[in-house]
């Protein structure tokens, strides 16, 4: 206490203003623990929906490479199409 009591000589604050800003500053800590846990679900449920785009689009990549890989080997091997 006695220590609270010279920081605010020093300070030129009171030591009922300390008190008034702890508590609000603590009852603010919880408000906003209650909120980041709706906003971590939220950008948990985010994620995993990007993280389902992500590997979707990773295999209509694979299947595109692979099929041009087919196609320029088969080119390769029956030489250049005819174009009609």
């Known amino acids: 206490m006695s220590e609270l009591s ?5 300070n030129g604050i009171y030591p009922h203003h300390v008190k008034e800003w702890k508590s609000d500053f603590l009852s603010e800590k919880q ?4 909120v980041s ?3 971590q679900k ?3 449920q985010e994620n995993k929906r990007l993280q389902k785009e992500l590997n979707r689009k990773d295999r209509a990549l694979s299947e595109t490479a692979a099929l041009l890989v087919l196609s320029k080997k088969c080119q390769a091997i029956w030489g250049e199409k ?3």
């Open 31 to 34: 408000a906003s623990n209650s």
């Open 37 to 39: 846990r709706q906003e």
């Open 6 to 10: 010279s920081y605010c000589r020093e």
């Open 42 to 44: 939220k950008l948990k």
């Open 82 to 84: 005819e174009v009609a």
